[in-house]
Structures are given as C-alpha cells and as structure tokens.
C-alpha cells in the first residue's frame, strides 16, 4: 500500500529553527508537496520538490531524498504564526496525490 | 472574496437526509476536487473532475456523488447522510498548465450527520 509517515505533533520556540520530517512509500513518484494548514482553515501551498535537494523560499526551506524516500521542511526564526498543521503529499505514478496526516507544529513564547 | 467558494460552511444535518455541498471557483481552473478530512488522518480523494464533462471516482466516492455544473462549479451530494460522513469537507482547484500542480482550496465545509 501507499503511505505517508510524519510526525503527529512538534513543539518548538519562537526564533527557533525547526525541521519536520516526511518519509513516503508510494507506487510511482512525480513530486512532493508541502503545505500549511492553520486550525479550521484552508490548506495552503508552501513548496514543491520534483528533483533531490533543497529548495529555499524565504524562512521555509524544503528538502528531497527520493532514494530515500525522505523530505523535510525546515522553517526557520519561528514566528507565532507558523503554529498550525503541515501537510506532506506525493504524486504517484497515476498524477495522485497521497496525502500525509500532517504534523501539529507548536510554537512556544 | 475567496477564489475558491464553498457553500455551506457548516451544516448539521441527520441521518437519511440528503445534502448538497457547493462549490465555485474563480481563478479559471478547468480542474476541481473533493476531498474531506477527518483527524489523525490524511485528506481523502473523493471526487475529481478535469473538465465539465469529465467526472472521476477518488479513493472515498462510495456514499457519494457530484455534478460539475460548468467549468466554475463542483457539487458534491450525499444522496443519504449516514453519521461516519461526518467530516470537514474541502473543495480544491487545479490548472492543468502548470508543472507543480499546486491545488488552491476553498475555506472547508463542516459537515455533522447526527
């Protein structure tokens, strides 16, 4: 079967550095997403990696091993506005996306 | 105004009785989506559509249908409400023109089936 692991909950300081782990198991692969998700609202678009590295977008960065089947998101000088839900999802040989449970940042004065 | 419409935002409804849960968009989008989440779990496929005439069955569509009355417009029903459809509901658009596929979606639509 198709599976998505991260982390259920993380806690980290304002101005602290954090890094949210995503590992996947799926039938094909055609990119990995990330997005954001605050309490009761709307997912929204962070970042997406196709190739193996990383990708810098100003405080969020985001990493892929795909012969590790592995990717993190990594946010930086932590705001109190970054506690909410991310969200790790893979496209899969059939375009798919297989979505993980999302990881519960909490972010502490 | 949201890009990405979805009407009702919540709605308490019981058991046997059919709802509708609409969305519309306006960003132009020729792809839409029906997903809904419930906690501890991922978002699940229910419904997909690439164009007006197109309908997709998604990982979930069992106790379900929808209708894409025009290229800005994605229905999802529950033909007969039963209580493990309770859920948040959410409605996503896609273009086809672009290589990350990023989905925008609507605001959510909670759903409580008593």
């Known amino acids: 079967g198709q599976n998505i692991d991260q982390p259920t909950e993380m806690t980290a300081t304002e101005g602290a550095i954090v890094q949210i782990n995503c590992t996947y198991q799926?039938?094909?692969?055609?990119?990995l997403f990330w997005y954001q998700q605050h309490a009761g609202e709307a997912p929204t678009f962070l970042s997406y990696n196709v190739l193996d590295g990383l990708e810098e977008k100003g405080r969020f960065s985001s990493f892929l091993s795909r012969s590790k089947g592995y990717s993190y998101l990594l946010l930086k000088e932590l705001q109190m506005k970054d506690s909410a839900s991310y969200l790790c999802a893979v496209k899969d040989s059939n375009y798919q996306l297989i979505w993980g449970a999302g990881t519960k940042l909490i972010i502490k004065p | 105004d949201a890009d990405v419409t979805q009407t009702p935002r919540n709605r308490i409804t019981k058991t046997g009785k059919r709802i509708m849960l609409e969305c519309s968009q306006t960003k132009g989008h020729d792809r839409m989506y029906w997903y809904r989440q419930d906690p501890g779990l991922g978002l699940r496929l229910i419904y997909y559509s690439f164009d007006v005439k197109d309908i997709n069955k998604g990982e979930i569509s069992d106790g379900y249908s929808v209708s894409r009355q025009a290229q800005a417009k994605f229905s999802l029903s529950l033909e007969s409400a039963i209580p493990n459809q309770t859920a948040l509901y959410f409605c996503?658009?896609?273009?086809?023109?672009?290589?990350?596929?990023?989905?925008?979606f609507g605001e959510g639509s909670r759903l409580t089936v008593l």
């Open positions: 799926t039938s094909g692969f055609n990119g």
């Open positions: 996503a658009t896609r273009t086809s023109g672009t290589d990350t596929g990023e989905l925008f």
